[in-house]
């Protein structure tokens, strides 16, 4: 017969070993969406995805609100960001760290269609209606916003359309894709006050439309992904100068293709090795690998989304799955990442999200 210490040590245990109720695997995910008429979406959702099995949690609504079609989160704050775009503002939310709902916490009338966070936590960059620089609080809260727009090169007479901004690795410049400039403008940030100022620029062939940009891990290296040429054109980066040196530009698809394409998300694996682009028209996911020396890309294939309108995707936190939004099939695809060569497989999962535009998962940490 065990003495009850005996039992009570068994008890114990056996409580470690059972699951926690939100295992190390799983993580967060939210899907900005359009909302009106034609859809079925009424806003922000969030699920769990378990990234060793690259299944989700059930799907539901985490925030009703207009438009979200592109979101960002705070990289140390329980907040989220929105674009709400068809009606000019930027929404904030604190988040539910057990469920990841989202509360309101502010908005600014800022019009964006793209969104991203300065490493730092300091500002808010949009990209839209003009560059936007939003200074943060310590709350993550929204504060005061600065707007730059982009001149006009000599002869061209389109209007600016800057559709997205990144902050460079080390916080100091913003880097924003202009599509109807064909140019890629490098701004100083002063989050602090908050302010944005022209520091320079990289002209591509006209008609390249850059729509949005990726930074190498080691921060050495940049890619645009150009809409409508469909190509990515690679970069050195000077982080000391802030300056951006084209190194090579290369399609989105496979050689003597005839598909009428418009790219429009790029990322690149955690460990840096791999590139992803995606196609709307053929609906597939580009494949390349990284010249970690050169920043060059060696063209591997494309991988259909098995969905329609992959106007984005994201890497899981693990770097084991890519997640492939179709817009127009409102589904989110499952695909396994080789660790050895970047391809992706099919996993023949996926879920239901109503015309999903956007995937963001809660950084590591």
């Known amino acids: 017969?065990?003495?009850?210490?005996?039992?009570?040590?068994?008890?114990?245990?056996?409580?470690?070993?059972?699951?926690?109720?939100?295992?190390?695997?799983?993580?967060?995910?939210?899907?900005?969406?359009?909302?009106?008429?034609?859809?079925?979406?009424?806003?922000?959702?969030?699920?769990?995805?378990?990234?060793?099995?690259?299944?989700?949690?059930?799907?539901?609504?985490?925030?009703?609100?207009?438009?979200?079609?592109?979101?960002?989160?705070?990289?140390?704050?329980?907040?989220?960001?929105?674009?709400?775009?068809?009606?000019?503002?930027?929404?904030?939310?604190?988040?539910?760290e057990a469920t990841g709902k989202l509360a309101a916490k502010g908005h600014a009338a800022v019009w964006a269609c793209h969104l991203s966070v300065a490493p730092s936590g300091s500002a808010l960059l949009a990209a839209g209606g003009g560059v936007?620089?939003?200074?943060?609080?310590?709350?993550?809260?929204?504060?005061?916003?600065?707007?730059?727009?982009?001149?006009?090169?000599?002869?061209?007479?389109?209007?600016?359309?800057?559709?997205?901004?990144?902050?460079?690795?080390?916080?100091?410049?913003?880097?924003a894709c202009d599509m109807h400039f064909d140019r890629v403008f490098v701004h100083a940030i002063d989050a602090a006050k908050p302010a944005l100022a022209p520091h320079g620029a990289v002209a591509l062939p006209a008609g390249s439309g850059p729509r949005h940009f990726a930074f190498h891990?080691?921060?050495?290296?940049?890619?645009?992904?150009?809409?409508?040429?469909?190509t990515v054109t690679a970069f050195t980066f000077d982080a000391d100068a802030g300056t951006l040196a084209e190194v090579q530009t290369i399609s989105t698809l496979p050689e003597g293709s005839t598909d009428k394409c418009a790219s429009a998300e790029i990322a690149l694996h955690p460990s840096g090795k791999f590139l992803y682009a995606s196609n709307r028209g053929p609906d597939t996911i580009a494949m390349y690998a990284v010249d970690a020396a050169t920043g060059r890309l060696t063209f591997r294939g494309?991988?259909?989304?098995?969905?329609?309108?992959?106007?984005?995707?994201?890497i899981a936190p693990g770097g084991r799955f890519l997640l492939a939004a179709g817009q127009h099939s409102a589904s989110v695809t499952v695909f396994a990442i080789d660790p050895d060569n970047g391809m992706l497989t099919f996993t023949g999962k996926q879920v239901d999200v109503p015309t999903p535009t956007c995937i963001r998962f809660r950084p590591a940490g």
Request: proline content about 8%; glycine content about 10%; hydrophobic content about 40%.
């Open 1 to 96: 017969m065990p003495s009850i210490r005996s039992l009570a040590a068994m008890v114990t245990v056996a409580l470690i070993g059972l699951p926690s109720a939100v295992p190390a695997a799983e993580h967060l995910v939210w899907f900005g969406t359009y909302t009106g008429a034609g859809t079925k979406s009424d806003g922000i959702y969030v699920s769990r995805f378990d990234d060793q099995t690259g299944t989700f949690g059930p799907v539901e609504l985490a925030a009703k609100t207009t438009t979200p079609s592109f979101i960002a989160l705070h990289p140390t704050l329980p907040v989220l960001y929105a674009a709400c775009e068809f009606v000019g503002k930027v929404e904030a939310f604190t988040i539910d």
């Open 302 to 314: 494309v991988e259909p989304i098995r969905g329609k309108e992959p106007r984005n995707f994201a």
């Open 132 to 175: 936007a620089c939003l200074s943060l609080a310590n709350d993550g809260g929204l504060g005061a916003v600065a707007t730059l727009q982009h001149k006009a090169p000599a002869g061209v007479r389109a209007k600016s359309f800057p559709h997205s901004v990144y902050p460079t690795p080390d916080g100091r410049f913003a880097v």
């Open 217 to 230: 891990p080691g921060g050495r290296h940049g890619y645009a992904l150009n809409q409508t040429k469909a």
